[in-house]
């Protein structure tokens, strides 16, 4: 019932994610996934005889990026939003790391994973957190029902040999974690470790 400031900070971890009223009640910061970020600050931890290289597909505005930067990870952050993007670099500057080792990609996030396969890259941690319906930079649809098993498949091959991780997580009500386990198998069967 009060009035809301246009933007206040909020602290999540060791960054700064400046917060907004958005369409949809979004605020710029979805605090469920801090178990999945602390999770994976795990896993960049466990990175041996490299810099751990991290790739963050549907980024929004880039707490797991900042997070991961800040634990010493070169971050490449894709999302297909220009405005979110931005939002996610004010978000870099207000945590003070404005020389860490960040890429912002703005591009639909299936093309890029599929250009960085036919490149030979490879990441430590691959986070993905698509929505259920969005649309690219260039008007590509994305539906979650149809396009997270290609991205899956191509994410799989981005696994850098020895530790690494892959995350997805879905919000879709008539989707089935059962079903996003057994495809999480499949893609990732040839890898061995633990699911």
Not at 82 to 88: D, E, L
Request: glycine fraction near 8%.
């Amino acid at each position: 019932d009060k009035k809301v400031p246009e933007s206040w900070p909020v602290d999540v971890g060791d960054v700064t994610m400046t917060c907004r009223l958005q369409g949809l009640w979004h605020l710029g910061l979805f605090p469920e996934q801090l178990p999945h970020w602390m999770w994976m600050l795990d896993a960049i931890g466990r990175v041996e005889g490299a810099r751990p290289r991290v790739l963050n597909l549907f980024a929004y505005t880039g707490a797991a990026s900042l997070l991961a930067a800040r634990a010493g990870a070169e971050v490449t952050h894709v999302d297909a939003s220009k405005k979110a993007v931005q939002w996610a670099r004010d978000n870099q500057a207000a945590s003070g790391l404005g020389d860490a080792p960040i890429r912002w990609i703005v591009d639909d996030a299936a093309k890029f994973v599929a250009r960085e396969v036919r490149r030979g890259k490879t990441y430590h941690v691959i986070l993905v957190d698509p929505p259920k319906f969005g649309r690219g930079p260039e008007g590509e649809v994305w539906d979650l029902f149809q396009g997270v098993a290609p991205l899956l498949r191509n994410a799989a091959q981005l696994l850098a040999p020895g530790p690494s991780a892959l995350v997805l997580t879905v919000y879709a009500i008539r989707a089935s974690a059962l079903a996003f386990e057994q495809l999480m198998a499949d893609v990732l069967a040839a890898r061995g470790g633990r699911l």
